[in-house]
């Protein structure tokens, strides 16, 4: 192996925006992330539906007239 070429491996902490804390081995100091396994959707079984600017209403009243005229014949 050739020395002098390879990143310092070193213990650091990955924290998320939840608050978890997980230490690990990088070659990076102080990972911070937005999501992870205790706070993702997937895996906590909880499910958000976000919406933004009312893109679901919006939806909603552009097809309903189509919903209408099935429901009609």
């Known amino acids: 192996m050739k020395k002098e070429i390879h990143p310092k491996y070193a213990d650091t902490v990955i924290k998320c925006a939840c608050g978890s804390e997980l230490a690990v081995s990088s070659t ?9 396994s205790k706070c993702h959707p997937f895996y906590t079984g909880k499910q958000k539906l976000v919406d933004s600017a009312g893109r679901i209403e919006r ?3 552009k097809y309903e007239k189509f919903q ?3 429901n009609a014949k």
């Open 28 to 36: 990076k100091e102080n990972i911070s992330v937005e999501i992870c």
């Open 59 to 61: 939806f909603l009243r």
């Open 68 to 70: 209408d005229q099935n």
